[in-house]
């Protein structure tokens, strides 16, 4: 297995993120790959919303664009349908591509913000190759949640069918129970965040996914990690703001 050849593109990867000098985010050439990584319900999409308005780079996330797909009906969706509602993982051709052509856009020139990519160790291959050839340099950031509270987080969540909200009856309820601030519309539960949806998707996430956890922390020095059990999000990303100070440098990132 090509282990040690990944582990020394993201070395050096990891490297050329220190030695860029010290600029804010929008006069840097070189983009930054921020991955997002922790399990389902961690917050990776709450947290890459902040990052989003924080470092003005768009988010990219696998979850999201397979669900357009879906929405759309177009052939991609139609292939992929099953396995999403089963709560098992779409092939790593599919992602794959689906993210190479995602970042090619002129609009993650200065960087981009992955969540949900990479999950398996092909994933994670073939996330090097691409990061290496658009010069780009990564920074990890693991979400650490307990599993109860993952579960519990997890089966509060609903979800506005018009504008896509996210809602959770403990942490961020709406307004009025059930129904969206924003639209007014009955919440709903999404399909993948049934309970036995939940629960193969956390097995799937352990099975394949928090390996590379292993990975990252034995070939980066670009890894933040970061417990997202306890505080508020806002409170985590204060946190994650902090570390990626540290990480990039203090003047290469806005207060
Ligand atoms: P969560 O992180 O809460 O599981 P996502 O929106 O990231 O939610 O993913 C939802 C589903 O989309 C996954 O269960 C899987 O079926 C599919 N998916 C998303 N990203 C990937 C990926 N990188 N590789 C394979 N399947 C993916």
């Given at each position: 297995m090509a282990v040690g050849k990944t582990a020394a593109k993201l070395g050096s990867a990891a490297g050329a993120v220190a030695s860029v000098?010290?600029?804010p985010v929008s006069e840097i050439t070189k983009p930054i790959a921020i991955i997002l990584f922790?399990?389902?319900?961690?917050?990776k999409g709450t947290q890459s919303k902040y990052l989003v308005e924080w470092l003005k780079i768009p988010q990219i996330s696998t979850g999201d664009m397979l669900r357009e797909h879906i929405r759309q009906g177009d052939a991609i969706g139609l292939a992929i349908m099953d396995r999403m509602r089963a709560g098992s993982l779409v092939s790593d051709e599919l992602v794959n591509q689906l993210v190479f052509e995602r970042i090619s856009q002129p609009d993650a020139n200065k960087g981009f913000i992955l969540d949900g990519?990479?999950?398996?160790p092909a994933q994670a291959e073939e996330m090097m190759r691409l990061l290496a050839a658009r010069g780009a340099g990564e920074v990890v950031i693991h979400l650490v949640v307990d599993y109860n509270i993952i579960i519990s987080r997890m089966s509060g969540r609903r979800v506005c069918p018009v504008c896509g909200t996210l809602y959770n009856a403990v942490s961020r309820p709406p307004k009025?129970?059930?129904?969206?601030?924003?639209?007014?519309a009955a919440l709903v539960i999404r399909d993948d965040d049934r309970e036995d949806v939940v629960r193969e998707r956390l097995a799937q996430y352990e099975r394949q996914t928090r390996p590379l956890i292993e990975f990252f922390r034995a070939t980066s020095d670009r890894l933040i990690e970061v417990d997202?059990?306890?505080?508020?999000p806002d409170a985590v990303f204060e946190r994650i703001k902090r570390e990626l100070r540290g990480v990039l440098g203090q003047g290469r990132v806005s207060a």
């Open positions: 000098s010290e600029k922790g399990s389902p319900g961690s917050g990519y990479p999950r398996t009025i129970e059930g129904i969206c601030d924003l639209e007014g997202a059990s306890r505080e508020k």
